[in-house]
């Protein structure tokens, strides 16, 4: 079992940046990729960042030069740095890890692009 704790939502104007972060525990060491995914009302969720446990990353299209995820292994943290924000970036961001045994979700953290 892994268990993920996202911090760091918020409301932020157009042109501003976030920092989303992503705490893992448990089992650790079973941990291949971790990343995020957001949700929009009414829309799927959508893959937005990951990272393998080689530090390759992959970017969905629409934040490719905005994002930035990275991870800091002694903290079982994974971050997603946003940058240049916009209003379709709104929507529910979730932490995702996904080990031999399946995939994990955190509970979600809001993000709002509004001025």
């Known amino acids: 079992q892994v268990q993920l704790v996202e911090s760091g939502g918020g409301l932020v104007q157009p042109g501003g940046s976030l920092r989303l972060s992503c705490a893992a525990s448990g089992s650790i060491s079973s941990i291949n990729v971790m990343g995020w995914y957001r949700q929009a009302p009414g829309k799927e969720r959508d893959m937005v960042a990951l990272i393998t446990i080689g530090d390759i990353t992959n970017y969905a299209d629409s934040v490719k030069g905005r994002f930035r995820i990275s991870r800091d292994n002694g903290k079982n943290t994974v971050y997603l740095e946003m940058n240049t924000l916009k209003p379709e970036d709104t929507a529910v961001y979730y932490c995702?890890?996904?080990?031999?045994?399946?995939?994990?979700w955190g509970q979600g953290t809001q993000v709002t692009v509004s001025s």
């Open positions: 995702t890890a996904i080990t031999i045994l399946g995939g994990y």
